[in-house]
Nanobody, 123 residues
Framework: QVQLVESGGGLVQAGGSLRLSCVVSGRTDSRYTMGWFRQAPGKERQFLAAIQWSGGSTFYADSVKGRITISRDSAKNTVSLQMNSLKFEDTAVYYC????????????????WGQGTQVTVSS
């Protein structure tokens, strides 16, 4: 079992930045993919970024590439998402997720989910 707890959401003005964190606990191994997703009201859950738990390989969705950075801190068992130049359309609930193998980026193929953290961008 893996437990994920997100934090760092909140209200931010358009153009601002926000850093989300996900504390990871439980049994993981080097093959795990740690990812960030978001879901806006009335929309499907969307992949944003992923990082390999051990090697640090990363992968980003084209729609947000250049504005976000995913990172991990193995010593603190955390995965973070730095978001810059935020837009109104970035408003959503942001989720941390884990999949047992690297390269698993689809929402439907994640094995564990956090509870989500709300990000609201004011225009």
């Amino acid at each position: 079992q893996v437990q994920l707890v997100e934090s760092g959401g909140g209200l931010v003005q358009a153009g601002g930045s926000l850093r989300l964190s996900c504390v990871v606990s439980g049994r993981t191994d080097s093959r795990y993919t740690m990812g960030w997703f978001r879901q806006a009201p009335g929309k499907e859950r969307q992949f944003l970024a992923a990082i390999q738990w051990s090697g640090g390989s990363t992968f980003y969705a084209d729609s947000v590439k250049g504005r976000i950075t995913i990172s991990r801190d193995s010593a603190k068992n955390t995965v973070s998402l730095q978001m810059n130049s935020l837009k109104f359309e970035d408003t959503a609930v942001y989720y941390c997720a884990a999949a047992r193998f690297w390269g698993t980026f689809s929402p439907g193929h994640q094995d564990y989910w956090g509870q989500g953290t709300q990000v609201t961008v004011s225009s």
